[in-house]
């Protein structure tokens, strides 16, 4: 569980700190995780279904704007749900990515003189332009065709490396392309390579790279080509690779080595997103065979309509009154939200195991309050002051609990603890029971014995106020 | 203990890791809905140079519910009584679950920089505050000096 927590400010470090802009839209702004079936409120905030339904039933408006909201009002949003999806799936590479690049060394670009070439008449002669001030320009000496390194590089960054994540949105044959220029770089930055004009495309390579790699590439991408409109920033690309430059990025190696990374695990996931997201969505509709469930007047209701009500639904008619009202209102909101919202619903069964787990999740939650908190706080001794006790607590949180046994009961412990604040007003350091102490206090309403536990917080000797 | 919420692992989390200047809030070894609180006077108000200690609890409904939050130091102040509640709209009437325990404090540190002695809690001491203000920030200060050294 620990490792599934991400945070926006996961980006701050990274090479592009303002994507936590973005991280941080994508997220619900009620329990601060990704946007889990998001729906859209009038005033124009979103939020998970689930989130939002849950805090209507107890406020009705938005936690954002604290305009007046109802449930009715609420409309999913499909696009924002699979933008959400798809960001998930290529958020932890990109971080990989964009921490691994800042965590590099700056190299520096014009710090090298590389000849490319054995043959005068083919070879292209990269040359370092040292006298220049403008510092990356690093001349490309073919024919008296000088291109600017910078120039290349921010072309073979902006459309293999920025063009990585979007590439899953955008689905375009640009993988493809990387990968090649990938392997076109890596094999040209180990040593002077000869470069030879490839048939095809008349971009020049390696000789071992055309034979092996490129040639089978180049005939896909030909026949991709010819389906498939490609990005603008692809031809913009191959425009200056095939004014018969090589490329040589600053940072080979890791430049390189992500690149490689990434290679396979993009590929085989392309196909298989490019259907699930984008169809997905296109294709999105709204179940109709199932009914928008409604809300129930539980106080003009008598226990058998609620059970039968519930029974009609397949659920547990067990407990108290009370415990059916919270188990219908919930469920009726899990309802909702996964057959009015969700794009892609579960069935009715999984619906009840959710149900189940929230309560034994609420039951698990209220027993340690109660049994543990309470328990260790009050420490009893006598068995039949025990069973009492239990008894009592059993009715804790029900109108039938009595206020006035209870106080009976723990008299004692109340005077200890009224001395004990008394004692340490000036220099105390509470811990983690006194709050549920101040709770328990505060749960005190009876009027006889309240009263009087708080006139006696009252007189406490050093306040000032009443002297 | 019933496991914890993913938000407020997170919350804690980053309140260690990003923490708001002048406020630290660490929570508690045996019971991590528990935060120990410290906020800094603010610069400029009759609190500064002070050091508050404030408890801050996250029920089991949080973020449905409002953190409670409450001064253990003492201090004069028209919105704090001195049981240490505080009168802050956000956390009663006005909470969202958009707000989060760093908001929250932010918020109790701007209540220090303006009180608002027209809607009190501590009565006598907002009456104070009106009639007399220079005197009341003079007692707040002499507090703040005598219960809240850093």
């Known amino acids: 569980m620990e490792n599934q927590i991400s945070d926006a400010s996961d980006f701050t470090h990274s090479r592009i700190p303002k994507l936590s802009q973005l991280d941080t839209l994508l997220r619900c702004h009620i329990c601060k995780d990704f946007l889990k079936v998001p729906v859209l409120t009038p005033c124009g905030h979103t939020f998970c279904s689930l989130c939002i339904r849950e805090y209507i039933s107890v406020q009705a408006k938005c936690p954002l704007c604290l305009t007046e909201l109802r449930e009715s009002m609420l409309r999913s949003e499909f696009l924002v749900s699979e933008i959400v999806e798809s960001y998930k799936v290529v958020r932890d590479d990109l971080l990989d990515i964009l921490k691994q690049r800042k965590e590099s060394p700056e190299s520096d670009p014009d710090s090298s003189i590389i000849e490319v070439g054995s043959d005068p008449e083919d070879s292209l002669i990269v040359n370092d332009n040292q006298s220049d001030d403008t510092s990356d320009d690093i001349k490309i000496l073919q024919s008296g065709k000088p291109i600017s390194l910078k120039r290349i590089y921010t ?3 902006s459309s293999s490396l920025r063009t990585a994540p979007r590439s899953k949105y955008f689905k375009t044959n640009i993988p493809m392309k990387r990968s090649s220029t990938a392997s076109r770089i890596d094999s040209i930055l180990k040593k002077p390579v000869e470069l030879v004009p490839c048939p095809i495309c008349e971009k020049y390579f390696p000789v071992k790279e055309l034979e092996r790699t490129h040639l089978d590439e180049c005939l896909t991408l030909q026949s991709l080509d010819n389906k498939l409109t490609p990005l603008t920033k692809t031809a913009e690309k191959d425009e200056v690779v095939s004014k018969g430059s090589t490329v ?22 392309e196909k298989e997103e490019k259907v699930s997201f984008v169809d997905k969505y296109i294709n999105s509709t709204t179940d109709i065979e199932h009914q928008r469930l409604p809300k129930l007047d539980f106080p003009s209701m008598t226990i058998t309509q609620i059970k039968q009500k519930l029974s009609n639904l397949g659920l547990s008619t067990t407990g108290t009154k009370q415990n059916m009202m919270a188990r219908y209102n919930y469920y009726e909101i899990l309802w909702n939200s996964n057959f009015c919202d969700s794009l892609n619903p579960v069935n009715v069964s999984e619906l009840k195991r959710q149900l189940l787990n929230w309560e034994a999740s609420r039951k698990v939650h209220n027993g340690t309050n109660l049994s543990t908190s309470i328990g260790n706080l009050m420490t009893l001794r006598g068995t039949h002051k025990q069973n009492d006790y239990k008894k009592l607590l059993d009715n804790f949180k029900t109108d039938k609990f009595n206020r006035k046994e209870w106080c009976i009961l723990f008299r004692k412990q109340f005077r200890r603890l009224i001395k004990d604040a008394k004692k340490g007003q000036t220099s105390r350091t509470l811990n983690a029971d006194h709050i549920q102490e101040f709770d328990i206090e505060e749960q005190l309403t009876d009027p006889d014995l309240s009263n009087d536990l708080f006139d006696k917080l009252d007189k406490t000797p050093q306040n000032p106020q009443n002297p | 203990m019933a496991s914890l919420p993913k ?15 002048g406020i630290t809030a660490e929570p508690h ?3 991590l809905r528990y935060f120990k609180v410290t906020i800094e006077g603010p610069a400029g108000s009759p609190y500064e140079d002070g050091l508050f200690n404030l408890e801050l609890y996250l029920p089991d409904d949080y973020p449905m519910e409002a953190p409670k939050v409450r001064f253990l130091t003492k201090i004069y102040h028209p919105n704090i009584d001195r049981l240490g509640r505080i009168c802050l709209d956000i956390l009663k009437t006005n909470w969202s679950p958009a707000l989060q325990i760093r908001t929250v404090l932010l918020s109790v540190q701007a209540l220090l920089a303006s009180p608002n002695p027209n809607d009190p809690l501590a009565n006598d001491v907002a009456e104070d505050w009106i009639k007399n203000e220079q005197g009341a ?8 000096a005598l219960y809240a050294k850093k």
Do not use: Q
């Open chain 2, 29 to 31: 070894d045996d019971n």
């Open chain 1, 155 to 157: 072309d073979i960054t």
């Open chain 2, 7 to 21: 938000r407020i692992i997170k919350e804690t989390e980053r309140l260690v890791t990003d923490p708001v200047p």
């Open chain 1, 248 to 269: 040589i990025p600053p940072n080979k190696s890791l430049l390189s080595r992500s690149l490689w990374r990434m290679k396979p695990r993009e590929e085989e996931g």
């Open chain 2, 137 to 144: 920030k003079a007692k707040a200060k002499e507090w703040t």
